[in-house]
RNA sequence: UGGGGUGUCGCCAAGCGGUAAGGCACAAGGUUUUGAUCCUUGCACACGUUGGUUCGAAUCCAGCCACCCCAGCCA
């Protein structure tokens, strides 16, 4: 099933109390700030593929400027080639896309504007307020002063207009070996933040970038870059993440210094965290590249691919956003509640079929051999627009084999040796025999089927049990992947030892399965439930037709499995 | 021992001086040909802590404590 390209119309305003940024942007409407326009911007940098932390980010920016009527701009952060590429960028789109967001014809790059961002370098040098830097990185770490210190100035803070526009405009040029010089912000030196103490804002790297070719041997920090894009863009609100509250200073004072007509206000807001996973791209990176997951896209991997690929889908997670809300206190959320807004979803539009995971025959003895019953299920208990499915019953079935116990623990309402159990839209049957072969292992259950209870409970009798089922012959076999959450600790990374440590050895585990012959033709990607399983979605790589690939995305509810 | 932040139920989170919303989780019932869904009910005399202001404080003030972020030529 491949998803409507919904645009963000077709995405209802939040409903949720309004979170502290609107309630700030409301203020800046009701006293006309930016004559009342709301432009906000995504802004990743091409490093990675987006997980479910960025679509928190995503989905504030672009449902802020969905509230306000206003409009949000995709940009990528490209001002690191070492680390971006390509595959990044597209990978980045399609996720923004899936989600259901629509930035229309503002796509953006900061490397859009290198050009610009030079010509404010020379301002800045022009008004003394920037100067070439010849300390190393480690002479310019020891100069930096700590925490508690106080920095020195560099040597060259106090090189001359002249001297300085020279060696900038020759660093451009490519006269300099990486790391021989830097452009710094002369600020202050001695500022409790250390943000403020000159920092950097160009260094030199003679490196290819995705966007740019090899114009460029130099390239602007991320400080002095974001906020010069933000306000060519006419960004209004730029939200960002907690770590750059400190950051905020040097993104005003680099506007005040350029007196652009623009000066857009940076708010910072928590990131998203959840439990039994890891949320850090360096991490992600790490399993992909050391194999620990089959790629960016593993269903097990929280990055928005992953996620699609498992089957979520985007309204669960536009849904989870809203729920967790926005603040500015660091929070860990259970996945629980993740996994709550998926099933909510999928239980309203997934249309349900059966499927037997763990294949145990059933032969009905009294059943004839030559007889069928060609039974219509519909696909869904409370949505009859799903229409109804046919299913053939035969004389030989398949159950689950958790679905039968030869010693029933107490409260077992399915199948056991000479109990009686509702066969899901057909029959109800009583276990007469259970057949073993040499090992002791039950290959085979011979069963009688009452003939009068085709739809209906006889006399007045209820059986308390219901198993699905799918008819030996007809069913289709398929791979089915059951995943599980990929880490055993709630919180891999503050767990003692490596968060690698953690990984769950059994988030993974193939089956080979029958499932009903209504099923032959699914699509990839399609989404469904198999009845008392869980929902499933075809892979979107590996299904083909007359080769059905099942991802587990997430079980029902289990509370028998509880009581156990 | 510098600076910037945050602390309300197990987990999120409203609250913005007038006497603790909501969701998730959990528990107990009911419905059910999915042990699902759905429905009902329960679940913070208490807001990190200690003082203060006030007729009245989770909300204002002060101190203290805890946790998070910052010393990349990463973002």
Known sequence: ????????????????????????????????????RVHTRFPPEPNGYLHIGHAKSICLNFGTALKYNGVCNLRFDDTNPEKENLEYVESIKASVQWLGFDWQDRLFYASDYFDKLYECALTLINQGKAYVCSLTPEQARLYRGTLTEPGKPSPDRERSVADNLDLFSRMKNGEFADGTYTLRAKIDMASPNINLRDPVIYRIRHQHHHQTGDKWCIYPMYDYTHCISDALEGITHSLCTLEFEDHRPLYDWTLDQLGLPCHPQQIEFARLNINYTVMSK??????????LVNGWTDPRMPTLEGMRRRGYTPAAIRNFCEMVGVTKSNSLVEVGQLEYCLREDLDATA????????????????????????????????????????????????IDRNDFEEVPPPGFKRLTVGGEVRLRGAYIIKCEQVIKDANGVITE???????????????????????????????????????????????????????????????????????????????????????????????????????????????????WAKQQ
């Open 1 to 36: 099933m491949s998803e409507p390209t919904s645009n963000n119309a077709g995405i209802a305003a939040s409903a949720a109390p309004v979170n502290f940024i609107h309630q700030m942007i409301n203020d800046d409407v009701a006293s006309g700030k930016n004559q009342g």
């Open 282 to 291: 360096r991490k992600l990176k790490q399993l992909v590249d050391e194999k």
């Open 351 to 398: 249309p349900r079929a059966m499927c037997v995971l763990r294949p145990l025959k059933v032969v009905l003895s009294n059943y004839p051999a030559e007889q069928t019953d060609v039974l219509r299920l519909s696909r869904h208990p409370k949505d009859a627009s799903m229409g109804e499915r046919e299913i053939t019953f035969t004389r030989e079935l398949y």
């Open 445 to 559: 259950l011979h069963c009688s089927c009452d003939m009068n209870t085709l739809g209906k409970n006889a006399e007045g009798r209820k059986v308390k049990g219901v198993i699905h089922w799918v008819p030996a012959a007809l069913a289709i076999p398929v791979e089915v992947r059951m995943y599980d959450r990929l880490f055993e600790h709630p919180a891999p990374d503050a767990a003692e030892g490596d968060y690698r440590d953690n990984i769950n050895k059994n988030s993974l585990v193939v089956l080979n399965a029958l499932v009903e012959p209504s099923m032959a033709n699914t699509p990839a990607e399609h989404r469904c439930q198999f009845e008392r399983e869980g929902y499933f979605c075809t892979d979107r790589f590996d299904s083909k037709s007359g080769a059905l690939v099942f991802n587990l995305t997430i079980g029902l509810k289990d509370t």
